[in-house]
C-alpha cells in the first residue's frame, strides 16, 4: 500500500510539472508574440477572470470524477440556479434572489447524488437525463427569454477588492480549500477509495452513500456560486448557454490528468488546466486569431494531454509491475 | 461507468430487463397517442404526423449507431458534431451541382471516416471513449469555421430534392423509408450476426471476449465506422432538408441520441440492450415536442418533460432490478441453513 501510494504522487508530480511546463511556455510564447498580453490589468481582468466560473465548478467535478462518476448537468445546474435567482430577485429584492440561487443549486446537486448514491443509477445516465430536465426548467420558467443582473451577481461579477476582482478571490480561496479536501482529509481519502472499489470501500466502513451525496450536493452549490458570477458579468442569461458549459468544464478536469475511470486525480492539476484554458483562449484573442480557431486548438491541447497521459500510464503500470515482483521476492 | 457494472453481467438478467423495459415504454406510447386521440384530435393531421415521423427518423438514424457502440461499452459524445460536419461537407459538394446519389454516399463516407479516427483513438490509445471523444468534438467542431463562413447557402435547387420531392405514393417522406430500412436491418443484424455477438461479448467482458478469441480492437473500431456511416446519413437527411446549412446543425444532438438508446432499456454499462427499445425510445423523443403543442402547452416545456421520463424510466427499471435482486437474495439465505 505505502509502495502505491508512494507511486501515486510520483505520477502525479510528472504529469503535474508537465502540465506547468505547457502552462509556462503558452504563456511566455504568447507573451513574446504581443506583449499586451504580459500587461498585468490584462492578465487580470481578461485572462483570469473569463475563466473564473469554468474553474469553479471543475473544482468540485474533479471530487465526482475521482469517484469514477461524472456530472454532465453542472451547466444545467448553473443556468438553472442563475435563472431562478435573477427572477426571484427581479420580483423580491437581492437576498431573496441570493438565497433561491443557493438553493436550486445544491437542490439539484442534491437530486443528482441521492439517485446516484441511493437507486444506484450510473451517473452518466443520472446526470443526461438531469442535465435534459435542469435546462428544460430553465427554458420552460423563462419560455426563452433572457434573465438579467441584479445587485448582487453585479457586484459578484465585477467588484474588485485590493485590486483583484472579488471573483478571482474567491476562486482563490475555493481552490485552496477543495486542494485540502482532497489531500488532508478522509472525505478526500475515501473519495479515491471509491474511485478504485465501491464495494471494497462499503464493506471497509466508509458510508460510500453519504461520501457521494455530499460531493454532488457540493458540485451543486459550486454551480450556483459560479452562476452568481456568470449572471454578473454577462448582466443577462438565457438557458442555451448551458450546452457548451458541460462540455468545456469536463474538458479541464480530464486536462488536468484526472482519469475518467476513477481513482486517479489532482486538484493542483485541475487548476493549472484551467491556468492553460484561461491562457489559451485570451492568448490566442490578443494574438487577433478568431474565436472559432480557439476551439480547435483547445481541442488539439486536450488530444495531446491525453497521449501522453495515456503513455505515462503505460509506463507507471509497467513500472508498478516490476516494481511489485521485486517486492514479492524480498 | 463502473457503477451498476455487476448487475448487467449475466446475459440472462439483461435480456429479462430489457424486455420489461421495452413494455413498459410501449405502454407509454400507447397511453400518450390514446390522450392525443382523445384532447387533440389535430394531432393525427397528415402533414403532423409526418413530420414527427421525420424528425423520429433523424433521430433513429442517428440512435441506431449510437447503439451500436454503447453495446460495446464506449459511448460517442462527438455524434453531434460528426453530423455538423457532414451536413456541411454535403452542402460543399451539392453546392457543385452534382445529381443528388452522390449526397448519401458523401455523407457516410465522412461520418465513417470521423468515426473511424474516434475508433482508433479508444482502441489503440485506449483513452476512454467519453473523454475521446470529447476531444474529437472539439477538432471536428472546430474545422467547421477554418472552412465554412458560418452558413452556406444559395444551394442548388436539386439539393433539397431528396427531403421535399422524393416520396413514396407522394405522401411518406424518404427519410421515413430510409429509417423503416436501417431499423429492419438493425435488428435482424444485431439478433442473429455474429459480429452483433461480438459486440455484446465484449460490452460485458472485454478481457474475456479477448481470450474467447474475439479480435475486440478490431470489431470496436468496425462498430464505430458502422455508426459513423449512420451519423452520415442522419446528417444527409437533417441538411438537405433546407437551402441554407449551418456549421451548428448537429451541435447537442449527441445528447439526445444517447438519451434515446438509454430511455430504451440499453445498459450504458454495455453488453445488453436491443435495437427495438431504441425504437421505442427514439419515438417517445420525438413524439414529446409536438404533442406538448398539440396539447395547447407550451413546447418550452418540452426539454423537461424529456429529462423527467428519461430519470423516471430509468428509475423504475432499476428499482425493479433492485427488488428481483433482494428476492434472489432472501431466497439464497432461506436455502442456505449454515446462516439460519
Not at chain 2, 386521440?37 to 440512435?63: C, K
Not at chain 2, 458523401?106 to 473511424?116: D, I, P, Q, T
Not at chain 2, 438519451?259 to 430504451?264: K, M
Request: hydrophobic share 55%.
Amino acid at each position: 500500500m505505502k509502495a502505491k501510494e508512494l507511486n501515486k504522487k510520483k505520477s502525479g508530480l510528472s504529469f503535474n510539472s508537465s502540465l506547468l511546463l505547457i502552462f509556462v511556455v503558452l504563456f511566455v510564447s504568447i507573451g513574446l508574440m504581443n506583449n499586451n498580453f504580459l500587461n498585468p490589468n490584462y492578465i487580470i481582468n481578461v485572462m483570469l477572470k473569463n475563466i473564473i466560473e469554468i474553474g469553479l465548478v471543475a473544482l468540485p467535478l474533479t471530487l465526482i470524477i475521482i469517484t469514477s462518476g461524472i456530472d454532465l448537468s453542472v451547466g444545467s445546474i448553473m443556468i438553472l440556479s442563475a435563472i431562478s435567482g435573477g427572477i426571484a430577485a427581479a420580483s423580491l429584492g437581492s437576498v431573496p434572489g441570493i438565497i433561491v440561487g443557493l438553493a436550486v443549486g445544491v437542490a439539484c446537486g442534491l437530486m443528482n447524488g441521492l439517485v446516484v448514491a441511493k437507486l444506484k443509477i450510473s451517473p452518466l445516465v443520472t446526470t443526461l437525463a438531469t442535465l435534459f430536465l435542469f435546462r428544460g426548467i430553465a427554458k420552460g420558467i423563462t419560455s426563452g427569454d433572457s434573465v438579467y443582473s441584479y445587485d448582487f451577481t453585479t457586484f459578484m461579477g465585477n467588484q474588485t477588492l485590493f485590486g483583484l476582482p472579488i471573483s478571482i478571490i474567491i476562486y482563490a480561496v475555493v481552490a485552496v480549500i477543495f486542494c485540502v479536501i482532497l489531500s488532508k482529509t478522509t472525505l478526500g481519502r475515501s473519495l479515491f477509495a471509491i474511485g478504485f472499489n465501491e464495494n471494497a470501500t462499503r464493506y471497509s466502513g466508509i458510508k460510500a452513500d453519504k461520501v457521494l451525496i455530499t460531493i454532488y450536493t457540493l458540485c451543486g452549490l459550486l454551480c450556483a456560486i459560479a452562476a452568481f458570477i456568470y449572471l454578473g458579468r454577462f448582466t443577462s442569461v438565457k438557458f442555451d448557454v448551458a450546452n457548451t458549459l458541460n462540455l468545456r468544464i469536463i474538458t479541464v478536469v480530464v486536462l488536468g490528468g484526472t482519469s475518467i475511470n476513477g481513482g486517479i486525480g489532482d486538484m493542483k492539476g485541475t487548476i493549472l488546466a484551467t491556468l492553460i484554458i484561461g491562457v489559451l483562449n485570451s492568448g490566442l484573442t490578443v494574438l487577433n486569431i478568431p474565436i472559432d480557431v480557439q476551439t480547435i486548438i483547445n481541442g488539439i491541447v486536450l488530444v495531446i494531454s491525453l497521449i501522453v497521459y495515456s503513455i505515462l500510464i503505460e509506463k507507471e503500470k509497467n513500472k508498478r509491475i516490476l516494481e511489485v515482483a521485486a517486492m514479492k521476492k524480498t | 461507468m463502473k457503477h451498476n457494472s455487476d448487475g448487467s453481467g449475466q446475459p440472462g438478467s439483461g435480456i429479462k430487463k430489457g424486455l420489461t423495459t421495452e413494455v413498459y415504454l410501449f405502454i407509454l406510447v400507447i397511453v400518450i397517442m390514446l390522450i392525443l386521440r382523445l384532447f387533440a384530435a389535430d394531432f393525427y393531421s397528415l402533414n403532423n404526423v409526418m413530420s414527427t415521423f421525420n424528425y423520429f427518423s433523424y433521430l433513429l438514424i442517428g440512435a441506431v449507431g449510437m447503439n451500436l457502440i454503447i453495446i460495446t461499452g464506449n459511448i460517442d459524445v462527438s455524434a453531434g458534431a460528426i453530423i455538423s460536419v457532414v451536413g456541411i461537407a454535403v452542402a460543399f459538394v451539392g453546392k457543385t451541382n452534382v445529381p443528388f446519389e452522390v449526397f448519401l454516399p458523401v455523407g457516410m463516407a465522412v461520418g465513417a471516416g470521423l468515426s473511424f479516427m474516434n475508433g482508433i483513438f479508444i482502441t489503440k490509445l485506449r483513452i476512454p471513449s467519453i473523454v475521446a471523444t470529447l476531444a474529437t468534438t472539439q477538432l471536428f467542431a472546430g474545422i467547421l469555421p477554418l472552412v465554412v463562413d458560418g452558413a452556406i447557402y444559395d444551394l442548388p435547387a436539386n439539393f433539397t430534392w431528396l427531403a421535399f420531392n422524393a416520396k413514396l405514393f407522394g405522401i411518406i417522406p424518404s427519410s421515413v423509408l430510409f429509417m423503416i430500412i436501417i431499423a429492419v436491418i438493425a435488428i435482424i443484424f444485431m439478433k442473429y450476426s455474429r459480429f452483433a455477438k461480438k459486440l455484446y461479448a465484449i460490452g460485458n467482458n472485454a478481457n474475456a471476449a479477448k481470450l474467447a478469441g474475439v479480435n475486440v480492437n478490431k470489431t470496436v473500431v468496425k462498430g464505430f465506422v458502422i455508426a459513423g456511416a449512420l451519423y452520415g446519413v442522419a446528417g444527409t437527411l437533417i441538411v438537405t432538408a433546407g437551402q441554407r446549412v449551418t456549421m451548428t446543425m448537429g451541435s447537442g444532438l449527441e445528447m439526445t441520441l444517447i438519451a434515446a438508446v438509454v430511455l430504451g432499456g440499453t445498459s450504458i454499462a454495455g453488453g445488453s440492450g436491443k435495437i427495438i427499445g431504441t425504437v421505442v425510445g427514439a419515438f417517445i423523443l420525438s413524439l414529446i415536442s409536438p404533442a406538448m403543442n398539440y396539447m395547447g402547452l407550451s413546447s418550452d416545456w418540452s426539454d423537461a418533460v424529456m429529462g423527467a421520463i428519461i430519470l423516471v424510466s430509468v428509475i423504475v427499471s432499476q428499482i425493479a432490478v433492485m427488488t428481483e435482486k433482494n428476492k434472489l437474495n432472501t431466497m439464497k439465505l432461506n436455502c442456505n441453513p449454515e446462516v439460519k
